[in-house]
């Protein structure tokens, strides 16, 4: 299951744009964070595999914001940030003749967080080093269980080859309470032209183009979807919502360090499960892999204070 955040980037990211400009010279890596950001997607219509077992489709809407930049010692700062994601899942009344035992689901889903970056920037050094931590509950409130808390963490460093390449590597883990996953999570960003950026953080990809001061305009592909406690089918479930989405992307500054952001695109690799509270597959063969999916993503973001 893909179930990351783009926490290694996120530290990795702040550590460059934590640091004093003479500390961590040539390639600006604060172009790649927005001090507050909001967007919502929204996928429509993922048909499950097989005959006459209906669709769902998929809502988030996001808001993230950096809640400040403490200097612990010289090279060293805590960077706490806030993210709130709703998202609705609504699954279709099924076709005529389907499955009876198919489950219908119309849920509101709710995670919220608390990130902390631990950065440390050596000066004068090439090296970025950083640790992160996320806290948080994801659920639909209609019942709390310890099985809702979320813990994250990641650690890994950077450096920072010449002005206009930086490549990083880390380790990062999700649900380190419940069932740990952990992988190694590489990132880069590099500029090859003036006007170009090519980056990957787990986990999204963007080849973007500069048009002048007030445009960009790029493709991007990266994770969507998330795990929640809900209160269904007798139980206190979990569901758990997987896909990747690629398409392309345009933003506009409206005004100093504000944006907006307009996309399209295709899911796919689409898996939506529910599990019971041991673990168990609640509907196999009913539920799982759906279609591709078309999907739409407005935002806002501001750059800096």
Request: cysteine-free.
């Amino acid at each position: 299951m893909m179930r990351l955040l783009p926490a290694l980037a996120g530290f990795l990211v702040t550590t460059a744009s934590a640091s004093e400009p003479e500390a961590v010279e040539g390639l600006d890596v604060t172009e790649f964070i927005d001090v507050l950001s909001t967007r919502v997607t929204h996928t429509a219509g993922m048909d499950f595999d097989g005959p006459t077992r209906g669709d769902v489709d998929f809502t988030t809407a996001s808001v993230f914001a950096l809640l400040g930049n403490v200097e612990l010692a010289p090279g060293w700062n805590w960077v706490p940030a806030l993210r709130y994601q709703f998202s609705s899942l609504d699954m279709n009344a099924l076709p005529f003749g389907a499955n009876p035992a198919a489950p219908r689901l119309d849920q509101g889903l709710h995670g919220i967080a608390l990130d902390s970056f631990l950065i440390h920037a050596p000066e004068g050094s090439r090296w970025l080093h950083g640790a992160y931590l996320s806290t948080g509950v994801n659920s639909d409130f209609s019942v709390f269980d310890p099985r809702d808390i979320s813990l994250a963490a990641a650690i890994g460093s950077g450096y920072r080859f010449s002005d206009e390449l930086l490549v990083g590597f880390g380790v990062y883990g999700s649900n380190l309470l419940n069932d740990p996953f952990i992988v190694p999570a590489p990132v880069f960003f590099w500029e090859p032209g003036e006007d170009w950026l090519v980056s990957y953080y787990v986990p999204r990809f963007i080849a973007r183009r500069e048009i002048g001061d007030n445009i960009r305009f790029g493709f991007e592909a990266g994770w969507n979807g998330g795990w929640w406690g809900i209160d269904a089918f007798n139980a206190e479930s979990r569901l758990e919502v997987d896909s990747i989405r690629a398409g392309l992307y345009y933003r506009h500054r409206i005004a100093g360090d504000a944006w907006v952001e307009i996309g399209a695109g295709y899911t796919f690799a689409n898996e939506v499960k529910i599990y019971s509270p041991g673990g168990r597959d609640l509907f196999p063969g009913i539920m799982g892999e759906a279609d591709p999916a078309p999907y739409v993503t407005v935002g806002f973001s501001v750059h800096r204070w």
